[in-house]
Nanobody, 120 residues
Framework: QEQLVESGGGLVQAGGSLKLSCAASGTVFGSNAISWYRQPPGTRRDLVACIMSSGRTVYDEFLKGRFTISRDNAKNTVYLEMNSLKPEDTGVYYC??????????????WGQGTQVTVSS
């Protein structure tokens, strides 16, 4: 059974850094795009970044420069490195495995999410 498990979330002070991981089991996702989404309290889930099977990346325009997505297909894991964190980065972060090699908005298999809280 396919499963995506996010980890690496936690409480961090503003200006700090976190590195999230999304590990897949029961599937090999080297040929799939993987995305990170986040859902702040009381708002919708929105795209943070996506990495295609080719390695090409797509970012929310306001987060590019602070956030970096990467993948290690040998480990079946995708990472999201977050720097210079701000309180508005607080939310639940989810990874999403796209049904194909492209970044398909909100479609695919979701992980359970990991909470990121940035204190001021």
């Amino acid at each position: 059974q396919e499963q995506l498990v996010e980890s690496g979330g936690g409480l961090v002070q503003a200006g700090g850094s976190l590195k999230l991981s999304c590990a897949a089991s029961g599937t090999v996702f080297g040929s799939n795009a993987i995305s990170w989404y986040r859902q702040p309290p009381g708002t919708r889930r929105d795209l943070v970044a996506c990495i295609m099977s080719s390695g090409r990346t797509v970012y929310d325009e306001f987060l590019k420069g602070r956030f970096t997505i990467s993948r290690d297909n040998a480990k079946n894991t995708v990472y999201l490195e977050m720097n210079s964190l701000k309180p508005e980065d607080t939310g639940v972060y989810y990874c999403l495995r796209s049904p194909n090699s492209a970044c398909v908005y909100l479609q695919g298999t979701w992980g359970q999410g990991t909470q990121v809280t940035v204190s001021s």
